[in-house]
């Protein structure tokens, strides 16, 4: 069967072009690889049937006939092991990309979204600007590490693989809600604008959003 990603039919405004699904869509674009996308409308994600799929009803879900899967680091690395788009075929590359995708998701990730979700709290309190620069010097830890590793750099190896999918699209995240953080980075701001131009992910962006203008349009 044609591989499948289950996403939503419909987020709000602010998520749309940033649901995890995008990072399955894009994976599934580099590897030249057909797919069919199974829309999650409303109430859905709490049926019993998506929930055997997806236990948390969230997105992205994967399947193809062999297969199902959940989690957009998890599925983007299954990917990878079956497409030399995605990673080296050699066992030191591939460990390579998957520890690249697993910082990405641990060591990036929550800290970015630690540092953007409290953003609008407790504007103009000392209380809330103390905390918001405790997470903002948080997420420095981990962007100047990156910083430098990127510095004269494309990519976080020697060419594009799934691990630049994985850390790009975190990183994404606080260039359009991180209130500037990235702005004092100037080879991460460049590394995302590189990977953010790749016609792979201009496909799968244009995918994800499309059922959304549809549905603003009914």
């Known amino acids: 069967m044609t591989s499948q990603v289950a996403a939503f039919q419909w987020v709000p405004?602010?998520?749309?072009?940033?649901?995890?699904?995008?990072?399955?869509?894009?994976?599934?674009?580099?590897a030249g690889q057909p797919y069919e996308t199974v829309l999650i409308?409303?109430?859905?994600?709490d049926a019993v049937a998506y929930r055997a799929w997806q236990p948390f009803?969230?997105?992205?879900?994967?399947?193809?006939?062999?297969?199902?899967?959940?989690?957009?680091?998890?599925?983007?690395?299954?990917?990878?092991?079956?497409?030399?788009?995605?990673s080296p075929r050699d066992a030191a590359g591939r460990a390579r990309v998957m520890?690249?995708?697993?910082?990405?998701?641990n060591s990036v990730e929550p800290y970015?979204?630690?540092f953007i979700h409290f953003n609008g709290?407790?504007?103009?309190?000392?209380?809330?600007?103390?905390?918001?620069?405790?997470?903002?010097?948080?997420?420095?830890?981990?962007?100047?590490?990156?910083?430098q590793r990127l510095s004269g750099r494309d990519y976080l190896e020697d060419r594009f693989t799934a691990g630049d999918i994985?850390?790009?699209?975190?990183?994404?995240?606080?260039?359009?809600?991180?209130r500037g953080a990235l702005a004092r980075y100037p080879a991460?701001?460049?590394?995302?604008e590189r990977c953010t131009a790749r016609p792979a992910f201009i496909r799968a962006l244009e995918a994800q959003m499309k059922p959304f203008r549809e549905s603003a349009a009914a």
């Open 13 to 30: 405004d602010f998520a749309q072009g940033f649901v995890r699904d995008l990072r399955v869509r894009w994976a599934l674009e580099e």
């Open 41 to 45: 409308k409303g109430e859905e994600k």
């Open 57 to 86: 009803g969230q997105v992205p879900a994967f399947r193809d006939g062999n297969i199902e899967m959940f989690e957009s680091g998890a599925i983007v690395l299954h990917l990878a092991e079956q497409s030399e788009a995605l």
């Open 99 to 105: 520890t690249w995708v697993i910082a990405a998701l």
């Open 112 to 114: 970015s979204w630690n």
């Open 121 to 147: 709290e407790g504007a103009g309190e000392a209380w809330a600007e103390k905390r918001r620069a405790e997470l903002e010097a948080a997420l420095d830890r981990r962007l100047a590490p990156l910083e």
């Open 166 to 178: 994985i850390m790009s699209t975190a990183l994404r995240e606080l260039m359009s809600f991180g």
């Open 188 to 192: 991460l701001t460049a590394y995302v």
